[in-house]
């Protein structure tokens, strides 16, 4: 069994900063790719950025030069950095984990997110 476990979202005024956390564990052999995704209400869920295990990143555009992600292997942590937060980065806030499991299997994990609301 492998669980992520988010943490850092709150209310926040525009223009100040916020820094996530996404902790995966469990039967972890290995995380392999790391990602945030985020759904406002009423829009789809989206992609917002996303790291190899090697440390590679992209990031949608509308977040580059705001967003950093990050991660630390030996804790199996992800990790978002957000600067310069908008009203419209309101949204819920999910980690993605792509896994191998000590089982040998590969699963894609979801956190259970957290909420980042933005005022104005």
């Known amino acids: 069994q492998v669980q992520l476990v988010e943490s850092g979202g709150g209310l926040v005024q525009a223009g100040g900063s916020l820094r996530l956390s996404c902790a995966a564990s469990?039967?972890?052999?290995?995380?392999?790719?790391m990602a945030w995704y985020r759904q406002a209400p009423g829009k789809q869920r989206e992609l917002v950025a996303g790291i190899i295990s090697g440390g590679s990143t992209n990031y949608a555009d509308s977040v580059k030069g705001r967003f950093t992600i990050s991660r630390d292997n030996a804790k199996n942590t992800v990790y978002l950095q957000i600067d310069s937060l908008k009203p419209e980065d309101t949204a819920v806030y999910y980690c993605n984990a792509d896994i191998i499991t000590t089982w040998g299997t590969r699963v894609l994990y979801w956190g259970q997110g957290t909420q980042v609301t933005v005022s104005s």
């Open positions: 469990g039967s972890i052999r290995s995380p392999n790719a």
